[in-house]
Nanobody
Framework: QVQLVESGGGLVQAGGSLRLSCAASGSTFSSYSMGWFRQAPGKEREFVAVISWSGGATDYADSVKGRFTISRENAKNTVYLQMNSLKPEDTAVYYC???????????????????????WGQGTQATVSS
């Protein structure tokens, strides 16, 4: 069982920045690919970013490319999402998720689909005011 706990959300003005963190339990974190998703009120959960087990490969939704950066520190069992140049449309609950079998998810190209992921955090709210 893997537990994921997000933190770092809050209220920020448009153009500002937030850094989200996701701390994972367990000793095999370094073998998981990790994703960030978000869900705005009345909308479906959508893919934001993914990072491979080693951190050597990443991908982003088009809506956040150039503004968000995903990274990880395997020694700390933590994945981050640095969000810059925030827009009101970035307002959502942000979730981190773990894919324990990257051969099924990350390397097969299915990493933008929520069912690919085995474990989810409870989410952290990020609100961007205009």
């Amino acid at each position: 069982q893997v537990q994921l706990v997000e933190s770092g959300g809050g209220l920020v003005q448009a153009g500002g920045s937030l850094r989200l963190s996701c701390a994972a339990s367990g000793s095999t974190f370094s073998s998981y690919s990790m994703g960030w998703f978000r869900q705005a009120p009345g909308k479906e959960r959508e893919f934001v970013a993914v990072i491979s087990w080693s951190g050597g490969a990443t991908d982003y939704a088009d809506s956040v490319k150039g503004r968000f950066t995903i990274s990880r520190e395997n020694a700390k069992n933590t994945v981050y999402l640095q969000m810059n140049s925030l827009k009101p449309e970035d307002t959502a609950v942000y979730y981190c998720a773990a894919d324990v079998d990257p051969r099924r998810g990350f390397y097969s190209g299915l990493y933008s689909y929520p069912p690919t992921y085995d474990y989810w955090g409870q989410g952290t709210q990020a609100t961007v005011s205009s």
